[in-house]
């Protein structure tokens, strides 16, 4: 019997699913969260109390292969049919049934999925969160901003197609109930319900955080700037190719360093998740991305922290952002792109009550914006209009 106020997260918005679960427990609410296979333990807040996919055979043979999607399926009917609600962090599918093999597809067409077919025969809501822009908007439209820049940048561009993302979107409008929007992209593809979906523990992310020994960094009166570009520390462009900005990031702190001024480039890798917040309070200034045009999980986790974070905003999207959200004025970021991270970084470094004043508007911001317990409460009512 399927449970009342019951909920799995599938596949967790990094710590932003955990947060939600504890909070919704607090509310009697039935939440777990479901790992599917090779998720990287590394991005994993929480390894505790999360539902895995069991390993069932070599999917090396095409009959083994075959069997290990049947066995997969009646696992997931026996553990999942019971939630009220499903939350979808990415495009599904969450186990690889292959449907195309057992002819499903040329019955049903190729949006079919069979884990989506079960569900809502079953009875349960599903409900849609991006990943990013592919699961947002088609390439098509993307390759539209500034000129092609956005696409020309990112490192996936050879690996984003939109056959399969129109797929993806066939797959959405055909069974789910609703899709989760966070106010910056309004999708042509998709209808969205834009909410306050971010959430991080207030607590465990705030300023003047303790930095337990094993993670304190060397003294230094330097000021960090600290910015993760997938491309390592050198943040050198792949084939030319940095939706982040990094390069420029990097040429800004190194004219700033031969002028004269005390900073230090600042970068983190090979972290988990749960210790990340860690080394971002040991950053004195947060440099998110200058190309895309949003802001993500950096500028969620910098803001709690107390931290001023630079970052690129698309004009279109904070006018959409501030029309969903009337309630807000204004948004903390320091605004920069390409062109202006050394004007916004020598400003940061040089007005020290500027860093500071920007820093406690992030964190007022992170208060209103990010509270899990405020944004759980919504996101229950959001569901019981389902």
């Avoid at 993670?215 to 050198?236: A, D, N």
């Avoid at 988990?272 to 860690?278: A, E, G, H, K, L």
């Avoid at 903390?332 to 792109?337: L, T, Y």
Wanted: hydrophobic letters at 40%; proline letters at 5%.
């Amino acid at each position: 019997m399927r449970k009342k106020k019951s909920i799995l997260f599938v596949r967790p918005d990094y710590h932003c699913s955990f947060f939600y679960r504890d909070e919704l427990r607090k509310l009697g609410w039935t939440a777990d969260i479901y790992l599917d296979p090779g998720y990287p333990e590394n991005l994993l807040y929480c390894k505790d109390g999360v539902l895995r996919a069991p390993n069932i055979a070599c999917m090396n043979f095409r009959l083994i292969s075959l069997l290990n999607g049947l066995l997969a399926l009646l696992w997931w009917m026996t553990k999942f049919w019971r939630y009220e609600f499903h939350i979808y962090y990415g495009r599904p599918p969450a186990f690889n049934f292959r449907e195309e093999a057992f002819g499903l597809t040329r019955l049903f067409g190729k949006d079919f999925l069979v884990e989506l077919w079960m569900a809502k025969l079953l009875g349960v809501k599903l409900i849609f969160l991006p990943t990013g822009c592919h699961d947002e908007e088609s390439k098509e439209n993307y390759t539209k901003l500034d000129n092609g820049n956005v696409c020309g940048n990112c490192g996936a561009w050879n690996k984003c197609e939109d056959a399969q993302n129109n797929l993806n979107f066939s797959r959405i409008k055909r069974f789910f109930d609703m899709q989760i929007g966070v106010g910056s992209i309004d999708s042509t593809k998709i209808s969205m319900k834009h909410i306050k979906y971010k959430a991080i523990d207030l607590d465990l992310w705030r300023p003047n955080l303790r930095i337990p020994f094993e993670h304190q960094l060397p003294v230094s009166t330097k000021i960090r700037i600290l910015h993760s570009s997938y491309l390592g520390e050198s943040g050198r462009s792949w084939q030319g190719r940095n939706i982040k900005g990094s390069p420029f990031v990097l040429a800004a702190i190194d004219r700033l360093k031969q002028e004269g001024h005390p900073v230090e480039y600042f970068f983190i890798e090979n972290k988990p998740s749960n210790q990340m917040r860690f080394y971002q309070a040991q950053a004195d200034i947060v440099v998110e991305q200058l190309i895309f045009g949003w802001w993500g999980s950096t500028f969620v986790e910098a803001a709690a922290l107390g931290k001023p974070v630079v970052c690129y905003l698309r004009p279109s999207w904070k006018t959409f952002f501030f029309k969903t959200f009337p309630e807000y004025d204004s948004l903390p970021v320091v605004e920069a792109d390409t062109n202006t991270v050394y004007d916004a970084l020598k400003k940061l470094v040089t007005d020290a009550d500027y860093r500071r004043q920007k820093g406690m508007e992030s964190r007022r911001f992170a208060e209103v914006h990010f509270d899990p317990e405020k944004n759980t409460k919504a996101l229950v009512e959001t569901l019981e209009t389902l």
